[in-house]
């Protein structure tokens, strides 16, 4: 840990008039993150990223912040991300936008215990992934059909989701298509496997040859997928189903079986519709394993404060788990972001997230405002000392 002093005297000017008002004359105050705050962006985004990317809860940074000499409490952290999160979020809400014009997205939602005086209520975050731009969080109160809406927002394309009826509402006028997900149809059959096992075998061997042509497309474009998909995997596909109809009328009722061919029949034309798109893919396990992120959390800080603290926690969650899309490490990111936000043009604040990051880190204009910063002079200096001792 590093403090940085900045001294700032004041003057007053010895030849002044008497009988004229005093002008005291001083330094202009260090630009921080947080207007009239103590902490410079490198703690900032230290405490974001231990707080949302360890899943430490605040009682754990606490101790572990006054082990390093740094007497830091609870109010204060949560004090410092409500005022952070206020400052990145037209961050977040340009790379929702920019979501939006992706041709298909990846979406799945987990609940989450919220504190309330007489009993713990329930919220939900939801995790919305489009592929090689952003991973996007959101917080809901509730599961529903209105929450659904409010992260759909304007988009129109394919939805990669599982069969619940909350999504149901956006396949009804069109302008959203459903793509169903062959990894949840798996996990029916594979779950028939202590009742019924050689026919659970039959399904789980023909869902097995999708999966293992899916990874001999890795690399190939959205034209060679489509083609190879159309020969190798459309009569997979086409035999799965006819075997679904087949044991469809023997199966015993309510047995995991009946349930998995239920399933997959209902989910018969969302769960073919990646053979006709090559960009399309076969699962939906890319957001499923994003949200496992809040999975993780929510296991060492057991609940969420209220409704306004699932949305901080969607928006670090957010740019920390686009950052690790990208490649890019999540704390040394903050803290530049930190640093360059304040005083960045807000009609270009798309260059900002972790996709354009790298790119807008070369721009000079970026340059120059992370030279011109007290906090980051001052660690250039203390590394540059230690790299010559």
Excluded at 8 to 14: L, T
Excluded at 264 to 281: E, H, V, Y
Excluded at 292 to 314: Q, S, T
Aim: with cysteine; proline share 4%; aromatic share 8%.
């Amino acid at each position: 840990m590093v403090a940085v002093r900045v001294c700032r005297p004041k003057f007053v000017r010895k030849d002044r008039d008497r009988n004229a008002e005093t002008e005291v004359i001083t330094a202009e105050p260090v630009d921080l993150p947080i207007e009239r705050g103590l902490a410079g962006p490198g703690l900032l985004a230290d405490a974001v990223v231990r707080r949302w990317g360890d899943h430490l809860p605040l009682h754990r940074l606490e101790k572990i912040y006054s082990r390093e000499g740094v007497h830091l409490a609870r109010s204060t952290m949560c004090g410092w991300h409500e005022q952070l999160a206020e400052l990145v979020q037209p961050v977040v809400d340009a790379m929702w936008a920019d979501a939006m014009a992706s041709p298909y997205l990846c979406v799945d939602a987990t609940g989450v215990l919220v504190q309330a005086l007489e009993r713990c209520t329930r919220g939900h975050f939801w995790v919305v992934v489009a592929p090689g731009l952003h991973t996007l969080f959101r917080f809901s109160p509730k599961h529903d059909k209105a929450a659904v809406q409010r992260i759909r927002g304007e988009y129109s394309g394919y939805l990669v989701a599982d069969a619940h009826s909350v999504y149901d509402h956006l396949y009804a006028t069109g302008e959203v298509t459903e793509v169903g997900c062959w990894a949840h149809t798996r996990r029916y059959f594979f779950k028939s496997m202590s009742s019924e096992p050689e026919r659970g075998r039959e399904a789980l061997a023909l869902i097995g040859q999708l999966f293992r042509i899916e990874r001999d497309l890795g690399g190939k474009t959205s034209k060679e997928r489509k083609r190879v998909r159309q020969a190798r995997s459309r009569p997979v596909v086409d035999s799965f189903f006819r075997w679904c109809e087949d044991q469809a009328n023997h199966a015993i009722d309510e047995s995991p079986l009946a349930k998995g061919l239920r399933y997959a029949l209902n989910q018969r034309t969302a769960l073919m519709r990646f053979l006709d798109d090559g960009r399309l893919p076969l699962d939906n396990n890319v957001s499923e394993r994003e949200l496992r992120r809040e999975a993780v959390g929510r296991k060492n800080w057991l609940f969420v404060g209220n409704d306004e603290a699932g949305e901080i926690n969607a928006t670090f969650v957010t740019l920390i788990a686009s950052c690790q899309m990208h490649g890019i490490e999540p704390w040394a990111y903050l803290r530049d972001l930190l640093t360059v936000l304040p005083r960045w043009p807000r009609r270009r604040v798309l260059e900002l997230a972790p996709v354009y990051w790298r790119e807008t880190a070369k721009q000079q204009d970026a340059q120059k405002l992370l030279a011109a910063d007290v906090c980051l002079g001052a660690m250039r200096i203390l590394e540059e000392h230690w790299d010559s001792v």
